[in-house]
């Protein structure tokens, strides 16, 4: 499977503040980049997802930015709260297959 | 919406014995599925691909005659887990291809088996 890293491994964030996931891809040919949200035992529920065509997209608190030429794209939480607390993946890939990234464990703290 | 449903949503075994797990799209057709596994604290790993009617496209390292695929309805597969042993102790993730997303590119995920194999 192609490689998409992803980091920090974990973030601690107080509440009201911005978390800030990073993920890098290698395949040139992905065109679909989604982030999931995990809490423990519950299977991925995706948040936002972007396609290359575009640099950001926002819904709500959540944002993606998308550098193609870096081939990087991040996530962005504002006004964290503590029910944001759980383990986020990006993932990259096209119609048939995504490929997700290590995981982020987020704790947001009061 | 999409809603996938995967049952169970815990299992034990004992080592020796077959498990299946179901993975079920409610409210779409869904024309592919794929399973996952996930180590405690560890990222989804695919295991296979599976398109209703045809045999399941299995990931590099994953033993077909351990992990049997069936996906013989666009609403259905299943995943059965034969001779099982501890170290297949895991969590197992199931996502199903379709919906009412505004783009094709609609990944739903099950709320995942936790198999423990004693």
């Known amino acids: 499977q192609q490689q998409v890293k992803q980091s920090p491994q974990s973030l601690i964030v107080q509440k009201g503040g911005i978390s800030i996931i990073n993920c890098a891809y290698e395949n040139t040919a992905f065109d679909y980049f989604p982030w999931y949200q995990q809490f423990p035992g519950k299977g991925p529920a995706l948040l936002i997802a972007i396609r290359p065509d575009v640099s950001e997209k926002k819904e709500g608190r959540f944002t993606i930015s998308f550098n193609k030429s870096a081939k990087q794209f991040s996530l962005h939480i504002m006004d964290s709260q503590p029910g944001d607390s759980a383990t986020y993946f990006c993932?990259?890939?096209?119609?048939?297959?995504?490929?997700f990234g290590t995981g982020t464990k987020l704790q947001v703290i009061p | 919406g999409a809603v996938v449903s995967q049952h169970p949503s815990w299992v034990i075994c004992k080592s020796g014995t077959s498990v299946k797990i179901e993975c079920r799209s409610l409210?779409?057709?869904?024309?592919?599925m794929f399973w996952y596994r996930q180590f405690p604290k560890q990222s989804l790993m695919l295991m296979a691909t599976?398109?209703?009617?045809?045999?399941?496209?299995?990931e590099q390292g994953v033993e077909k005659d351990k992990f049997l695929i069936n996906h013989a309805s666009l609403t259905l597969s299943t995943l059965t887990v034969t001779s099982a042993h501890p170290e297949d102790s895991s969590f197992y993730i199931c996502s199903a291809l379709g919906g009412s997303s505004p783009s094709k590119y609609g990944y739903t995920f099950g709320s995942g088996t936790r198999l423990t194999v004693v």
């Open positions: 409210d779409f057709q869904a024309t592919t």
């Open positions: 599976s398109n209703e009617g045809s045999k399941a496209t299995y």
């Open positions: 993932a990259a890939g096209g119609y048939q297959k995504v490929t």
